[in-house]
Nanobody
């Protein structure tokens, strides 16, 4: 069955870094646009970063541009979000998302990122 398993979340001080990973299985990974979303308490889920196929073009929320980098490895069926210069406002549950033309959409279970001193 389809699985998206996130890892790498945790507690980090402001200015620190974290690397989130999402391991995908059960579908043809290379054909799906992959994204990271996040949801903070009391707020709506928002798109953080996305990476398309086949060219791997990326897009980012304005709030994370220059600090976060999304990448994918189609051979390993993984997508990664490198987060640098973290701020308290980056605190949220981060979700991995797979999307094929809007027709097939899958979500991971989420991983908590907390930025606090």
């Amino acid at each position: 069955q389809v699985q998206l398993v996130e890892s790498g979340g945790g507690l980090v001080q402001p200015g620190g870094s974290l690397r989130l990973s999402c391991a995908a299985s059960g579908f043809t990974f290379s054909r799906y646009r992959m994204s990271w979303y996040r949801q903070a308490p009391g707020k709506e889920r928002e798109l953080v970063a996305g990476i398309s196929i086949p060219g791997g073009s990326t897009n980012y929320a304005d709030s994370v541009k220059g600090r976060f980098t999304i990448s994918r490895d189609n051979a390993k069926n993984t997508v990664t979000l490198q987060m640098n210069s973290l701020k308290p406002e980056d605190t949220a549950v981060y979700y991995c998302n797979a999307d094929w033309m809007g027709s097939y959409v899958y979500w991971g279970q989420g991983t908590q990122v907390t930025v606090s001193s």
